[in-house]
């Protein structure tokens, strides 16, 4: 699957699953480490709350030399995003998570700098690789013969 198509494919889940609709797309030039912010509906939060979700689609496996020359600033980027980086209505003030979405896998001194940063951080990197895609996909029901009536969905909220 290209990125563009595996970037929307998670646009669209998010809007149709989580979000309730409420999905940017913000890949391209000035993106700063997200490609798409996805608001978490508050209904689905027990606690009621709305989060801000950062996330950032790649495709392929992720190298040492990937995540430390590209994605590792692309992440901060998007921690760091200033408050007219938000969606109308939202802020820094609402509950942020930075999440990482790869159809591959990440090699292990990036997992190493991912839990460093975890450490570290008070928003941790959240990572869904290969099989955690594949999981949350299962998780609600979405399966693979669903992706073709998904990108059609997309298209028509131009994600």
Known sequence: MS???FRRLIRVFFAKIISKGNV???HGAGEHGKDTIAIVDPILDPLKRTEILFIQVKVGDISSSDWRNTILGQMTEALNTAATG????????NPRRLILMTNGELQPEVHNSIKSWNENSLVPIEVFDN???CKLFEDYGVKAGDFQALMDYAQSLNL
């Open 3 to 5: 990125e563009p198509d």
């Open 24 to 26: 940017q797309p913000y």
């Open 86 to 93: 938000y969606p109308l209505g939202f802020s820094k003030d």
């Open 131 to 133: 099989k955690g895609v």
